[in-house]
């Protein structure tokens, strides 16, 4: 176009015909008439529709589509703006023809009053339109019209260019005119082909924008796998892919409301966790034969070919962009000189224009692909990796499991997958490396000869040097990783164990352990983030550095320097700059991948379960149901001691089989050598018929009960119901807000000991299965609950089914068919009660000491009675859990406190907090000012202007003080010309190591202090924190989000604002040469700024739910490594894959769709800047002659040319500085710099967006730092005696208690006195707020009123560390620590190793230890998964032993032990804690029927509170029909 008028306009053969083409007031009148014949147009069409009314109006939506409804808006916007526009023109015009009369002038008044009416009209029309809600598609007149308009405003504004070309002055007027009509006509066909594509695509996204659960929820995973049609990307057309406008429908929806999950399209097959998991599988096992077999090399291997075609893809992106970015650097050396007036050819300039924007286009076009590619590549291998590491975990053995903690495992899906996912970025680094330093050092040799020679002597060697510091930077962040892994390991055992750790008031000693773990991290953070300011240092003086060698070899071997081709070279430098970086950088990543792939790997190839351990046989093939011959077993191979020997065990089907003994024998391994978890060593084990288990310790998962309950299975509401009363749930459900949709918490935090252990059951009874086993499942249920379990349930609903159960209790033996009787190991008596109660000792000893126990009851007439200083009884309904639902004013009328209190119904856990809308100002703000309250921040910012000043200083030195051409003389002699630059270079360089350094010492104090004050929150939280939050939530922030904080927001900040000081540089110098450049810039700068708020609306949105979906993942994975057995036992594995897929495909979800609307703002930015610099092109290339006035450039930039004038020091410059070729120079600086324009305007977008992404783990920090705490540790003022307590009287007054503020009241006003001294047993039915009582007398909650004196104090008023430390506490769950034997006793180090031994002995564990090769020091795997139930509760025994406090609290202590070691420890806390104030929670009557006092709890209330004596005496009180109960089971039986 340009080169045709171009030709038309300066040919002194120019037809004289056609010149009136090329006159303004022909153009004018072309546009007045086309305007007229559209108002025209439209009146007709409006006058049509009012005569014929359309009955297919009836059929038109119902409403806009919401992306139609945006371009709408922008149609109608642009409209409104051409339209004032004009008025704004015609207003001047027509004061313009006031003083100047004349036909032209009249013509332009008329064309500018005829388009500010008709685009008055267009808004009307488009606002009636829209107000109708009809097609969102714009109608074809005026699509046809858009492009008309816009094709005749661009043709303007090229003769307007011509024009001034050949020196014809026009007004003003004409040329703002056509230069406002061309951007709007260009935007109007941008959006009216939008707008027709989103019609197109409506039907496909309507379900996403009209939010549709269904669709978006992913709930059904064959939906998920095959139904791509819901998805909008592998939907979209090529247009739409190419500017990536399928993304659009998203951002319009997130920019009118707040992004849930629902509002995401589904993904794609290809990306879909569903869709690439099985063929990744399938591929590795056919490389390898066997995941166990996998290796590093063939592990890469599969990844790569099973993601060849996406890998393929960015490839080539990232090959044209490679090449596109140096087509700018090889034509600046002929632009310059076409500036100088060497024309080559006719329209040479434009020829370069277009050249120079195509590259442009190109350049930006696959750089935005090759970067979705590569993350969407890495994504698809992050989530194969994630759904293999999670099958691997639900099959490894428990050897394995003892070798790697949970922690260590979660790292290999957060940190090294994800590693490998950022990997697919450096992939292509290497080869795109070699082509870029070629394509370098081609365009370097035709710039500067064989000087080319040492530029890449001078990048080889910067490569050289960042090598042993990237190999450095490897070895530090492999060191990180380390001590981050120990830590997360160490906080995960610690938030597990929280409970306990608080009740023992240990919480500040496990927190220091984690602040020593964290700062021994620190050391090696420290280093890498010194490496990285060496290599920051390096990079950004690598083109500085290579240029000086550069041109200092041209000087030396006499190679002239022209300006051209300094600017040339500068460019190359600048692009060459990203090589030098990545390089080192890749090879870095190279080794940090390798070393995650074999961490994965090693992982891998670790042991499984032994499938060869169970031979299954089809139900109904053979009579026996379990058949063991010659079993010997044992969970560790390389151990000489065997679990279990000589096992030999028949059981048909129907059978009962009891099995009993002593703590240690062997119980639990016999069941887990049934389900086919232990090693087998020799013998044959066959099973027939399907299992159920229930373990010992309750295995709860996150959701509500019924889940839990149906574990997969259909709902039989018969059946359900039925297995509901057998478990004694029914009651327990009425009372529950939500009945069996109540939300469990983690590990069922919300529930009772026994109502966890009945969950379990009713899970295992609905299942229906062939053979059953129960591990000691009645230990945590009182005797009524047990009586009813065990007559309901084993007796009733499994009467036909094959049963095996571990107990303790001697009472439920006589109904067992046959009794099997362990000890270390062996089966040492079988058979029927009564056969083997005369054939051996070990069987005698269980049942003597349960008869010693019976015999308690009946001596307690000869017991002394304690006065009672308190008792409450009421009547209350048979309610029974601690969420009660009743309204509770008519209980509490004599309380006033009460009287207008609201019962909150809610669920105890909530979903994950989330912030909504624009991360605010403050959170910026405190991340700005944790570090030395901000001081930094003003160093940082002048160092970076300081930098960016000497740059450009050096630059502008080198394009003015060398010549144009080879023919002009150079003014400055080479050794000045080198002395400024090299001492401009080492400004630069000093100030860049100033804001590295800067930069870096402000992010790793902020990070460091930030980290501690969120751990300081966590573990001061209260307990009902820790209920109502998984611990993923936590684990995501310790770990995701601080590794965030430590390794990334510090550069992204600092990143931002250099950039915007380099982009006020570049703006800078190309304002030099073109000034004109601010008519577009502004505008252009406004869009950018549009949408950027446009889009940062979706984005922060779709980061936060990266953020939330990842910890579900984490959360689902520790629940399931913890509940393995049970989960493989009820074969449940695949639906727990397809669970771990879904969370996945959750949390890929909004990952992928935030690349691509982040690659969707990245492609506008590019457009836009390639319109900035292509307006400066052809400005330079059309007006060439006004840059080339020394006198008004000296006018207009005196301060520039003072300073050039001071830098040189020398007069000599003064007649080059007034010549022509300066300004030369200027315009080829110009066009150096806005070759970079669009890569630092894509840069700061780029970096704010992420900043935006990435603030939000500050966000989530900062929520934690600023939790509810608990009260003081230590309050000195009311800081108690060191003695105290000193007797150990506990006095309640009117206790009333609940958990949460949205939750039911538990405890409705309780008030007794615990005696000092005496022994008070507190029973109750399960969920009668026993446990609560223990609770609120540790001050794990706070009282809703009333108040607890001891020793006549407020244990509200007093520290609850003082108040904590002074208590002691064997709690329901037994807890064991990683660590040894010596720190689970004495985690603080008080006490030495003699009396550690002395415990030992008295809580009969000193034997057990002396055997183990380390004694004191024998290890302790996580959670105590290496020792027994049993056994883990009479460590936590001894650690009372160890206390000696003033007052004990046994809350089930022995719950988990044989009756013989019960009545052992019994006589110990007789014997040790005589003098002590002893409050015993136990299901066993035995446990506290010798108590001094018995306080029965029921639905929250005392309903008795007396002596054993006397309320047994009462044949009606619920203790004696209690005792009655337990009595007549243990003599008689349940009888069939």
């Known amino acids: ?368 692909h090759y970067m979705f590619r590569y993350q969407q590549v890495g994504v698809r291998m992050q989530s194969k990796l994630v759904a293999m590491i999670y099958t691997k975990g639900l099959i490894l053995s428990c050897q394995s499991k003892e070798g790697h903690s949970t922690g260590e495992i979660i790292n290999l899906m957060t940190v090294d997958a994800e590693r490998i996912g950022e990997f697919c970025w450096y992939m292509h680094q290497p080869w795109m490396c070699v082509l870029q330093v070629a394509l370098a050092l081609f365009i370097l040799y035709r710039s500067v000869g064989v000087a080319s020679l040492a530029a890449l002597a001078a990048t080889v060697i910067v490569m050289l040097v960042n090598l042993p510091v990237a190999s450095l930077q490897e070895k530090f962040q492999g060191k990180v990783m380390e001590f981050k892994d120990k830590r997360m390991k160490a906080t995960s055992e610690t938030l597990n164990n929280m409970r306990i750790l608080k009740l023992q008031a240990w919480e500040m000693k496990f927190l220091s352990k984690i602040i020593e773990l964290r700062k021994t991290e620190e050391i090696w953070l420290k280093k890498v983030l010194v490496g990285t300011t060496i290599i920051r240092f390096l990079i950004h003086n690598a083109p500085t550095f290579v240029a000086v060698v550069t041109f200092g070899t041209c000087v030396l071997i006499g190679i002239p320097l022209e300006s051209g081709k300094v600017l040339s070279a500068l460019a190359t430098f600048r692009i060459l700059q990203m090589p030098i970086y990545v390089l080192p950088d890749t090879i870095s990543m190279i080794a940090q991948t390798k070393v995650s792939l074999e961490r994965i790997a090693s992982f891998l190839c670790l042991d499984e379960l032994q499938s060869d351990v169970v031979e299954k046989l089809p139900w109904g093939s053979s009579d026996k149901a379990i058949e063991l011959v010659d079993g010997n077993f044992s969970w560790d191979l390389s151990s000489p001691n065997t679990t279990l020997k000589d096992i030999n065990l028949t059981v048909f089907h129907g059978m009962r089989v009891a099995v009993c003994g002593t703590v240690g024998s062997g119980k639990s391994s016999l069941l887990s050598c049934i389900i086919g978890e232990v090693p087998k060593i020799t013998g044959t084990l066959k099973i027939c018929g399907t299992k159920a288990y229930v373990s010992q310790l309750p295995w709860i998962q996150s959701g509500n009960i019924e889940d839990n309950i149906l574990f997969g299975k259909e709902m039989e509401r018969e059946k359900y119901e039925k297995v509901l009363e057998a478990c004694s749930l029914t009651r327990d459900l009425e009372v529950l807000p939500f009945g069996d949709q109540t939300i469990i918490g983690e590990k069922g935090i919300n529930l009772s000991g026994g109502q966890k252990q009945r969950v379990q059951i009713a899970r295992a009874l609905y299942q229906d299965a062939d053979i059953y086993l129960f591990d000691d499942p009645f230990s945590a249920v009182d005797a009524h609950t047990g009586s009813h379990l065990f007559k309901e349930g084993l007796l009733g609903l499994l009467k036909s089914k094959t049963v095996i159960y571990i107990t303790h209790q001697v009472e439920f033996l006589p109904d067992a068919d046959l009794i099997l009787v362990m000890r270390d190991g062996r089966i040492t008596q079988s ?23 019976l015999s308690s009851i009946k001596s307690l007439e000869r017991r002394p009675t304690f006065k009672i200083s308190s008792t409450t009884k009421e009547d209350t309904n048979s309610l029974s859990d601690f969420e009660l639902e009743h309204n509770v004013e008519n209980i509490y009328d004599q309380n006033d406190k009460l009287d207008d209190m609201v019962e909150v119904k809610g669920q105890l856990v909530q979903e994950e907090e989330r912030e909504k809308g624009r991360v605010g100002f403050k959170v910026y703000w405190k991340y700005i000012i944790t570090a030395y309250g901000g001081a930094l921040v003003p160093f940082i910012l002048l160092s970076q202007t300081l930098t960016v000043g000497f740059q450009v200083a050096s630059n502008y030195w080198m394009t003015v003080a060398t010549p144009v051409s080879a023919t002009a003389e150079p003014d400055v002699g080479s050794f000045t010309l080198m002395v400024v630059y090299v001492a401009l270079a080492i400004g630069s360089s000093i100030f860049t190591f100033a804001r590295a350094f800067l930069s870096v010492v402000a992010g790793y104090k902020t990070a460091t202090m930030l980290f501690n004050k969120m751990h300081l929150g966590i573990f001061r939280a209260p307990i009902s924190f820790f209920d109502a939050t998984p611990s993923g939530r936590i684990l ?157 450039y000296f006018k207009r ?14 007069t000599k410059l003064h007649s080059f500085f007034t010549s022509n070729f300066f300004f030369q120079g200027i315009a080829g600086l110009a066009v150096t710099y806005g070759l970079n324009l669009n890569a630092l305007q894509a840069n700061i977008v780029w970096f704010l967006c992420n900043l935006e992404n990435k603030i939000i783990s500050v966000e989530r920090i900062l929520q934690y730092t600023s939790l509810p705490s608990e009260a003081p540790l230590v309050i000195t003022d009311n800081k108690p005696d060191n003695s105290w307590p000193s007797f150990g009287e506990v006095h309640i007054r009117d206790l009333q208690v609940r958990y949460a503020p949205h939750l039911p009241i538990v405890l409705r006003g309780l008030t007794c006195t615990f005696t000092a001294g005496a022994k008070t047993g507190i029973v109750g039915r399960t969920g009668s707020g026993k446990t609560t009582l223990v609770q609120i007398l540790f001050r794990l909650i706070e009282p ?53 031994w002395e415990a030992l002995d008295m809580c009969q564990l000193g034997d057990e230890v002396r055997k183990k090769e380390g004694k004191l020091d024998s290890k302790v795997t996580e959670n105590g998964e290496n020792w027994s139930m049993g056994q883990r509760q009479l460590v936590c025994l001894g650690r009372v032993l160890l206390k000696k406090s003033k007052i004990l609290v046994l809350d089930e202590a022995t719950a988990s032990v044989d009756t013989a070691t019960d009545n052992i420890i019994q006589q110990t806390v007789k014997q040790h804690f005589s003098e002590c104030t002893v409050i015993t929670i136990a299901h066993r009557i035995t446990s506290i029927i010798d108590s001094d006092m018995v306080l029965f709890l029921n639905q929250g209330l005392i309903e008795e509170y007396d002596s054993p004596k006397k309320l047994l005496k009462n044949k009606s009180s619920s203790l004696a029909q209690l005792v009655a109960e337990y009595t007549r089971r243990s003599n008689s039986g349940f009888g069939n």
């Open 1 to 368: 176009m340009f080169s045709l008028f171009s030709c038309y306009f300066s040919s002194s053969t120019m037809h004289r015909g056609i010149d009136f083409l090329l006159q303004p007031i022909f153009t004018r009148e072309v546009s007045a008439s086309l305007h007229l014949v559209l108002l025209l147009v439209l009146v007709l069409s409006w006058v049509w529709k009012k005569v014929h009314v359309d009955h297919r109006e009836k059929s038109e939506r119902n409403g806009v589509h919401n992306s139609g409804f945006l371009y709408y808006k922008l149609s109608l916007v642009c409209s409104l703006v051409i339209c004032v526009f004009n008025f704004l023109l015609c207003l001047v015009s027509y004061f313009y023809l006031y003083k100047h009369d004349g036909s032209e002038e009249l013509v332009a008044l008329s064309d500018l009053a005829l388009k500010t009416f008709v685009w008055g009209a267009i808004c009307v029309y488009l606002h009636s339109t829209n107000s109708k809600a009809q097609d969102p598609s714009l109608p074809c007149l005026l699509r046809i019209w858009c492009g008309v308009y816009a094709f005749f405003s661009c043709s303007c504004l090229v003769i307007d260019f011509v024009v001034y070309g050949n020196h014809v002055l026009l007004p003003v007027m004409y040329l703002v005119s056509d230069i406002g009509s061309s951007i709007t006509g260009l935007f109007m066909c941008y959006v009216g082909c939008c707008v027709n594509n989103m019609a197109k695509l409506a039907p496909l996204e309507e379900p996403l924008l009209n939010g549709d659960s269904r669709v978006s929820n992913n709930s059904d995973p064959s939906k998920t796998r095959g139904n791509e049609n819901l998805t909008l990307y592998s939907n979209a057309g090529f247009f739409s892919i190419l500017t990536f406008s399928w993304i659009s429908p998203l951002i319009t929806l997130g920019n009118g409301k707040t992004l849930d999950h629902e509002d995401l399209p589904l993904l794609a097959t290809d990306d879909s966790a569903y869709g690439i998991y099985p063929t990744f599988r399938s591929r590795l096992e056919s490389e390898c034969g066997s995941v166990r077999r996998v290796t590093t090399l063939k592990l890469a291997k599969v990844l790569f070919l099973s993601t060849w075609q996406g890998i393929l893809l960015s490839g080539i992106f990232a090959f044209l962009y490679a090449c596109a970015s140096y087509v700018g650097p090889f034509l600046i050396d002929i632009c310059v000189q076409y500036l100088n007036g060497e024309h080559k050819f006719k329209n040479e300039g434009y020829v370069l224009a277009m050249a120079f924007v195509a590259a442009k286009l190109v350049e930006g076009l696959s750089e935005r």
């Open 1344 to 1396: 809703v009123a009333g108040q607890i004196l001891i020793d006549s104090i407020n244990i509200s008023l007093i520290g609850i560390h003082d108040l904590r430390s002074r208590l002691s506490i064997i709690p329901q769950d037994p807890t064991m620590f990683e660590g040894t034997v010596r720190t689970n006793l004495d985690p603080l180090e008080e006490y030495t190793d003699e009396k550690i």
């Open 1036 to 1192: 995501n922030r310790a770990s995701t989000d601080q590794s965030t904080l430590d390794m990334y927001i510090s550069n992204i900040l600092w990143a931002i604002t250099f950039n915007l000081v380099q982009l006020l540089g570049n703006i800078t110098v190309i304002s030099q040469a073109v000034w004109q450049v601010f008519i577009i810039l502004i505008p252009v700068m406004a869009a950018c700024i549009w949408y950027q708020r446009y889009y940062s609306a979706s984005a922060r949105e779709l980061a936060r739910l990266v953020g939330t979906c990842q910890a579900p993942v984490i959360q689902h994975f520790s629940e399931t490594i913890s509940g393995s057995t049970t989960i493989r036992c009820f074969e449940q594995e695949s639906r727990f894959n397809d669970m771990n897929m879904k969370l996945i495909d959750r949390y890929s979800q909004p990952k992928l769709y935030s690349a691509a609307a982040m690659e969707w703002l990245n492609f506008r930015m590019d457009i836009l800047s390639t319109l900035t610099f292509a307006f400066c092109l052809v400005f330079l290339i059309s007006f060439p002659n006004s840059m080339t006035a020394p006198g008004e």
């Open 831 to 853: 058979g029927k009660y009564n056969d083997i109660l005369q054939t051996g000792t070990d069987f005698m000893e269980l049942v003597g000491a349960h008869k010693a126990a």
């Open 1197 to 1210: 930039h005196k301060f520039t040319c003072h300073i050039l004038f001071l830098v040189t020091l020398s």
